[in-house]
């Protein structure tokens, strides 16, 4: 008998801590610490260090997502496997969206409004 004979065979395949950790980190926790980035930016003038956080953020968000696909059989909000396909997907989405925030908080800051 091999190892695998207690386990039925239409199981799901097991993901470890590293993938959920990714998958929180790309769909909850990464949004978050990019709209407290965002809010925080607004209240200082431009240049300031948020600013290269916040771009900074945007680029892990798109690394963690790919990493999720590319390694650690990242899956669609359906539960199918994800592709690089979703990946462009994501990014053509989070990229324009990351983009009206920065300039929306930089617009806000210059009017005064933070």
């Avoid at 610490?33 to 965002?38: H, K, S, V, Y």
């Avoid at 809010?39 to 290269?52: C, E, N, T, V």
């Amino acid at each position: 008998m091999s190892g695998n004979a207690h386990q039925p065979a239409t199981s799901p395949p097991q993901t470890g801590c590293l993938a959920a950790l990714a998958r929180v980190y790309w769909m909850a926790v990464g949004n978050v610490f990019l709209f407290f980035c965002a809010f925080y930016a607004a209240k200082r003038p431009a240049p300031s260090a948020l600013d290269g956080l916040y771009v900074g953020l945007v680029v892990l968000l798109l690394v963690v997502r790919f990493v999720d696909i590319a390694r650690l059989g990242g899956q669609t909000s359906e539960g199918q496997p994800a592709t690089l396909a979703h990946w462009r997907r994501y990014a053509l989405g989070l990229v324009p969206v990351a983009a009206v925030v920065w300039l929306g908080v930089r617009y806000a800051h210059g009017r005064g409004w933070m």
